[in-house]
């Protein structure tokens, strides 16, 4: 399966910083996602939409609710030393917010 991107506007007006994922890592947020705030739910169903393979479309564009929630799923992971190369740079991103342009 291919990369998800998570698109994060945390420096308007310069381009959103996206961030590609593998699927096999991004599987990790989408399996925390499930139970958490509406803005996990709503991370979780673009994940889930992904996964489907509904459409071509594999960004998700990260709100400012969505990317907290986003940074304490990946604070979770980190704290049990799951944090694979892949999602650092996620983690690093998602703890900027984002500025409304």
Excluded at 79 to 99: D, F, K, S
């Amino acid at each position: 399966m291919d990369d998800v991107i998570f698109s994060l506007d945390t420096h308007p007006p310069s381009p959103p910083r996206l961030v590609a994922v593998p699927w096999v890592d991004a599987s990790e947020i989408f399996g925390r996602a499930r139970a958490n705030s509406l803005a996990a739910r709503k991370l979780h169903k673009n994940l889930e939409r992904i996964h489907r393979g509904d459409g071509a479309d594999r960004e998700i564009v990260v709100d400012e609710d969505m990317r907290q929630a986003l940074l304490l799923i990946l604070v979770g992971i980190e704290a049990e030393g799951l944090l694979l190369t892949a999602l650092v740079e996620l983690r690093e991103a998602a703890g900027t917010p984002i500025i409304s342009g």
